[in-house]
């Protein structure tokens, strides 16, 4: 995880200098370079499609945007960039900023988000398992594919690990899966999935 600045920023300052790059997001203040690599980015796509295939089977009024930051009313210092995020089409229409930037702060229209472990591997176990879930997203899933995670979060030995968080009574119920496990989600029980189906080729 790369702190890029020493200079604090608030929303609007991110939004002006780093809302088009996918690289940036801003956790209290601070300005964090997600680095994300060709094998990050695949394990993404990988996922994305697979939700999306759910989300068209199933007949849902969803959508998963290419780009989408998530700024919490309740803060003028962050914004996060989630890897996959599956926003409800209805609930756009309360958005306050939807028809003029990429931006969600409502929780109640986000109804899944994704992330792939990288070097900022403490923010997705740590702050925004906390941060997702007082915004009340009933889903948050962790793609470990590198096992890139501390022991506490992923066990020993270390290996890779998809992390299904389901939100009950305002806090995340983790389920952790191993390479050759069958995952299962609650927002979409239909789907077959495994950690191996998404891993990179290299």
């Known amino acids: 995880m790369t702190y890029t600045s020493s200079k604090q920023l608030n929303f609007e300052e991110f939004i002006a200098q780093y809302g088009d790059n996918t ?46 930051l998530i700024k919490p009313l309740y803060t003028e210092t962050t914004a996060l960039r989630s890897d996959v995020i599956v926003l409800d089409k209805i609930e756009l229409t309360q958005e306050p900023l939807w028809q003029k930037d990429p931006v969600i702060c409502n929780g109640s229209t986000i109804k899944l988000v994704a992330e792939v472990v990288s070097t900022n591997w403490q923010d997705d176990y740590a702050r925004k398992v906390e941060e997702y879930a007082f915004l009340n997203i009933p889903e948050y899933w962790i793609i470990d594919f590198r096992a890139l995670g501390g022991l506490q979060f992923i066990g020993n030995p270390k290996q890779p690990t998809f992390t299904i968080c389901q939100l009950l009574n305002g806090v995340y119920q983790q389920q952790q899966y191993r390479l050759g496990e069958p995952i299962y989600s609650d927002l979409f029980p239909n789907l077959k999935l495994r950690l191996d189906e998404v891993m990179p080729t290299s």
């Open 23 to 68: 690289r940036y997001e801003l956790i209290d203040g601070e300005l964090r370079d997600i680095e994300p690599t060709g094998p990050h980015e695949a394990v993404a796509g990988s996922i994305a499609g697979r939700i999306y295939l759910e989300i068209f089977r199933n007949n849902f009024n969803w959508l998963i945007p290419k780009n989408c």
